[in-house]
């Protein structure tokens, strides 16, 4: 059974920096896109980007390009989302999710972590 | 960028009833290759990360009721949730997957009369 197990609830002051995590397990972590989708509070969801776990390979949503990192460690079946720089406005809920189809960049999200949330506020 | 729209906002059914939801996009989803349409849509109840309901438009995913269908080609898409039941409560948001990035729809609240 594929399972999606993201970091724990993060409280963070602005400026401060901050790496959330999602590890993949029940399935080739490598071979399979995954995802970053961000829910402000009482808002829809986001697709902020994407990442291929065999070569690293992304896609960011360009509204994201620069204020995030994501990277992956193949060692761990681990995907990470950094920020350098928090802002107030980077609170939200954070989710990782797992793309349907092996290798394949186009299809939809079959598997989701539980959310991460982030509250970034002085 | 292609750009999702749903309609209505949200929606008030009686349980039993057939809800409709709507969904557009600001350029095709149709890829001519394999004349499949990237579009899936998604339920996110209260607390919950979302779930897949239906892909390439019309394929409803293995699990999902048979009272969910997905209908619609190139720009415009419907969701239909027939004999609509009280665990159908929920947001539910389109998204197009043929071009990064992948945006979803702002989503549309079901709620029960």
């Known amino acids: 059974e594929v399972h999606l197990v993201q970091s724990g609830p993060e409280v963070k002051k602005p400026g401060e920096s901050l790496n959330i995590s999602c590890q993949g397990s029940?399935?080739?972590?490598?071979?399979?896109?995954i995802g970053w989708v961000r829910q402000m509070p009482g808002r829809g969801l986001e697709w902020m980007g994407i990442?291929?776990?065999?070569?690293?390979?992304?896609r960011y949503r360009p509204s994201f390009q620069g204020r995030v990192t994501m990277s992956v460690d193949k060692s761990s079946s681990t995907a990470y989302l950094q920020w350098s720089s928090l802002q107030a406005s980077d609170t939200a809920i954070y989710y990782c999710?797992?793309?349907?189809?092996?290798?394949?960049?186009?299809?939809?999200?079959?598997?989701w972590g539980q959310g991460t949330p982030v509250t970034v506020s002085s | 960028d292609i750009v999702m729209t749903q309609s209505p906002d949200s929606l008030t059914v009686s349980l039993g009833e057939r809800a409709t939801i709507n969904c557009k996009s600001s350029?095709?989803?149709?890829?001519?290759?394999?004349?499949?349409?990237?579009l899936s849509w998604y339920q996110q109840k209260a607390g919950q990360p979302p779930k897949v309901l239906i892909s390439?438009?019309?394929t409803r995913i293995s699990g999902v009721p048979d009272r969910f269908s997905g209908s619609g080609s190139g720009t415009d898409f419907t969701l239909t949730i027939n004999n609509v039941q009280a665990e159908d409560v929920a947001v539910y948001y389109c998204?197009?997957?043929?071009?990064?990035?992948?945006?979803f729809g702002p989503g549309t609240r079901l709620e029960i009369k």
């Open positions: 999710a797992k793309h349907a189809l092996v290798g394949s960049i186009g299809t939809w999200f079959d598997s």
């Open positions: 029940g399935y080739e972590f490598n071979k399979y896109w």
């Open positions: 990442i291929y776990p065999g070569d690293s390979d992304n």
């Open positions: 350029q095709s989803v149709l890829y001519s290759s394999n004349n499949k349409n990237y």
């Open positions: 390439w438009a019309s």
């Open positions: 998204q197009q997957h043929e071009t990064p990035p992948y945006a």
